[in-house]
């Protein structure tokens, strides 16, 4: 009777994490089709300025390697770049719900007065510029939106004040993702944003990955997060 009180005793805790989570979700600002191409080269270069830094794209590569890509360390080699940033990773508000934060579309802010605040990644930038398909303003459109937004984000949860974690929360991971297709002519689709400038083989969106919980649990939503942000982007491949 004992041994056989053992395999209940394990499955209760397992049962009581999986039943934490309510729903799971994925929102895109916008789609866009990549032409078909022969081409199966990749270059991919991630940056994480959320407050999770447990949230990655690491296993993009394995992704895009069983679909037939090839990941290789020299962009200028690359048929494709793939840059992706993890701008924020926190509780959403009442006030401003992941569907706001995806609306404001790629490279948008998390309302108007952080927009002053934030500093492009002249990292990525520097490796784009010479560059067919990001050099001039492509470079500086889409370069300079993949920005450190999660800092600024992060005051806003931070501090001696900060409240209490309530129940029944939606945790949520938002990240720009920018896809390059070096040499190319032809112009990208129109984004969801308008007014938003095109350039010829640069297509954008923001995606977010949301887990809505009953009681928030950091380590149980980060793994489920990272998978639907990696299958997103490698889906456009």
Do not use: W
């Not at 701008?87 to 609306?103: D, G, H, L, S």
């Not at 490796?127 to 459109?141: D, F």
């Not at 923001?206 to 980060?222: F, G, I, M, P, S």
């Amino acid at each position: 009777m004992r041994y056989a009180l053992l395999p209940l005793l394990i499955a209760l805790p397992l049962t009581a994490y999986a039943g934490n989570i309510k729903d799971t979700d994925l929102i895109a600002s916008n789609t866009f089709f990549l032409p078909p191409s022969t081409a199966k080269t990749i270059y991919i270069q991630t940056r994480n300025s959320s407050d999770n830094q447990g949230v990655s794209f690491h296993d993009l590569g394995a992704r895009l390697t069983a679909k037939g890509y090839k990941i290789i360390q020299d962009y200028g080699a690359a048929h494709y770049i793939v840059l992706a940033n993890i701008v924020y990773c926190n509780i959403t508000k009442p006030e401003m719900p992941v569907e706001a934060i995806v609306a404001s579309g790629y490279g948008g802010g998390f309302g108007s007065s952080m927009m002053g605040g934030l500093q492009s990644l002249t990292g990525m930038a520097s490796m784009a510029g010479p560059q067919g398909a990001l050099i001039g303003s492509a470079a500086s459109m889409g370069l300079s939106a993949i920005e450190g937004v999660g800092s600024a984000i992060g005051s806003l949860f931070s501090g001696p004040s900060t409240p209490k974690v309530p129940d029944d929360v939606n945790y949520a991971c938002v990240a720009d993702i920018q896809i390059t297709e070096q040499g190319a002519t032809a112009s990208a689709p129109a984004p969801a944003k308008s007014g938003t400038a095109q350039h010829p083989g640069v297509y954008q969106t923001r995606l977010a990955a949301d887990v809505h919980q009953k009681k928030l649990n950091e380590d149980e939503a980060t793994p489920l997060l990272q998978q639907k942000l990696s299958a997103s982007v490698a889906g456009n491949f």
